[in-house]
């Protein structure tokens, strides 16, 4: 049995990518990035994307390829972190067996480098500058 039939089926999977999106859309920390799309195509489109890897490749993703998504949006480290926060808390919450949870949180992970620009949400420490005694 593979993930997507241990789940109940590409419908089941639909109502947690429905519930995490929301979730996202809903955000205070990354729900801005949201604000001028269309909440039912990205359900669409990310629910395709889960069923591909859950499903071990029998279905196809329907959207665009992440990186031409994403990149123009300025996504930092901590966005993605909080985006993948988000992921496990909704799954658990939905009563997904914890060793899915680990695979699929695993598997956007290591799609960070296709979504972020490169920065954190923290400025880089800058080497040169000497530390601030009075700090
Ligand atoms: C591995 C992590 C991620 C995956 C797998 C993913 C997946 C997707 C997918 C499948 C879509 C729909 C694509 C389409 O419309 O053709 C999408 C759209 C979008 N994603 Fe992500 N995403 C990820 C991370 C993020 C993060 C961290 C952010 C921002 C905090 C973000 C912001 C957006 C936005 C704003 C859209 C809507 C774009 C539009 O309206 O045209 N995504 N994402």
Not at 58 to 84: A, E, T
Not at 85 to 111: F, K, N, S
Request: aromatic fraction near 6%; proline fraction near 6%.
């Amino acid at each position: 049995m593979n993930d997507l039939e241990r789940l109940g089926g590409p419908e089941a999977v639909r109502g947690h990518i429905e519930a995490f999106v929301s979730r996202v859309f809903d955000d205070f920390i990354i729900g801005f990035q949201f604000a001028n799309s269309d909440k039912q195509r990205v359900i669409e489109h990310e629910t395709t994307f889960a069923l591909r890897h859950l499903s071990g490749g029998r279905h196809g993703y329907s959207g665009r390829p992440l990186h031409q998504v994403h990149k123009p949006r300025r996504i930092n480290r901590g966005q993605f972190r909080r985006r993948l926060a988000i992921l496990r808390t909704v799954l658990g919450e939905r009563g997904v067996p914890p060793d899915i949870i680990d695979r699929w949180v695993e598997h956007e992970q290591g799609m960070m480098n296709l979504v972020v620009d490169g920065t954190d949400c923290v400025p880089q420490a800058d080497p040169s500058r000497k530390a601030d005694p009075e700090s």
